[in-house]
């Protein structure tokens, strides 16, 4: 470039005037100018070191040979395969249970004994559970009583004590023993019954009941006893007169 410029035309063959001077030297600043810009250029970026060169990518191929695959091998033919013949095995005919007919009665009678003693419970619970409640009825009047007996002491005056009684003037005349209940004998029970009443003036009990302690089996045989008692009537002064609270109690025993 430097050489295209100091060998210009226009420089070297410019024509000459009247201002040759001035024209060469304006010439001149601007080639030095000119060549001290190119210089600082080249200085500033131009490198000697050149871009070196990438060099190409090669793709490098390779034949391989493959064996050749064996041929294969020929199917097996299907051989037929005969079943087996089914085995038969008899079934041996149902034989029909014989039933004993002794034995089945004595089923049936223990089936009814079992049912009647299921029976004769329930009754017996039912018959002990009504002889609680009038043994409770009994009681409650008999506290009725008292009370109504005391109510009518506190009332009245209480009269002078009687004379003194001959012992053979009461006397029981006939006592009876109670039978002994069926049930309780079944299940081997024992025990005392006592009952209170009244003699009246024939000598005959009234309103007989049984105390606390009796068992609801001799409840009932005990009281029909004590109907049956006869006494002779107690005299006082020539007169008879009625005995309370006489009380009178039944031991069963099984021997």
């Known amino acids: 470039m430097t050489a295209m410029i100091m060998h210009s035309p226009m420089l070297t063959m410019a ?11 304006l010439a001149a600043s601007l080639a030095v100018a000119l060549h001290v810009g190119v210089l600082a250029a080249l200085m500033l970026s131009w490198s000697t070191a050149q871009t070196p060169v990438q060099a190409p990518r090669v793709m490098h191929t390779q ?3 493959m064996p050749a695959a064996p ?3 020929p199917a097996p033919e299907p051989v037929a395969v005969t079943p087996p013949e089914p085995v038969v095995v008899p079934v041996p005919a149902a034989v029909k249970p014989t039933v004993d ?7 049936l009678e ?5 049912r009647k003693r299921v029976e004769e419970k329930k009754l017996e619970q039912q018959q002990e559970r009504l002889a609680t409640e009038q043994r409770n009825r009994e009681l409650e009047q008999q506290r009725a009583e008292q009370q109504r007996l005391a109510a009518e002491k506190a009332r009245t005056v209480t009269p002078a004590p009687a004379p003194a009684f001959d012992s053979r003037q009461y006397q029981p005349l006939s006592k009876e023993a109670p039978d002994y209940p069926e049930r309780a004998l079944d299940k081997n029970i024992e025990g005392d ?3 209170e009443y009244t003699v009246n003036t024939q000598g005959r009990v009234e309103n007989p009941r049984v105390l606390e302690g009796c068992h609801p089996l001799f409840m009932r045989p005990s009281l029909a006893a004590a109907n049956t ?13 009625p005995v309370p609270a006489v009380r009178n109690t039944f031991h069963y025993r099984i021997k």
């Open 101 to 107: 007919p002794l034995i089945q009665a004595q089923k």
């Open 15 to 25: 024509p000459r005037g009247p201002s040759g001077f001035w024209r060469n030297s």
């Open 110 to 114: 223990k089936a009814v004994l079992a």
């Open 193 to 195: 019954c006592s009952v």
């Open 63 to 65: 034949l391989v040979m």
């Open 229 to 241: 008692f006869r006494y002779q009537p107690r005299m006082v002064d020539g007169k008879a007169v």
């Open 71 to 73: 041929a294969p091998a």
